[in-house]
């Protein structure tokens, strides 16, 4: 183990590492499917930035994102990219999100 940042580029990948993760947070091999349903409050054990585009407001990916930054990071950044005219969903403008446990020091 080197150590590093783990950047998750889009939420599949991120549902995919979070699957694979074991109790101590590194990741295991793993193949299969997965049903993990990501909403705030889950405890992210892998990932510490998140790439992926602005997600429709109301949907299961905006509710995954707002556990992953947190909802009022959420929200500003939307009420900036709303004000600013950015695209959304699947070829729209994209972001750079931190965990949000990242922000505070934890």
Avoid: Q
């Amino acid at each position: 183990v080197r150590g590093g940042r783990i950047i998750a580029v889009g939420t599949t990948s991120l549902r995919l590492l979070e699957s694979a993760a074991r109790e101590d947070s590194t990741v295991a091999p793993w193949s299969g499917p997965t049903d993990i349903f990501i909403t705030p409050g889950y405890r992210f054990r892998t990932a510490d930035m998140l790439m992926t585009n602005f997600h429709l407001p109301r949907s299961t990916l905006f509710m995954l994102v707002s556990a992953f930054s947190g909802l009022d990071t959420m929200r500003a950044a939307y009420a900036h990219a709303i004000a600013t005219r950015y695209r959304f969903y699947s070829y729209g403008d994209a972001s750079l999100l931190y965990r949000a446990e990242m922000s505070d020091g934890r």
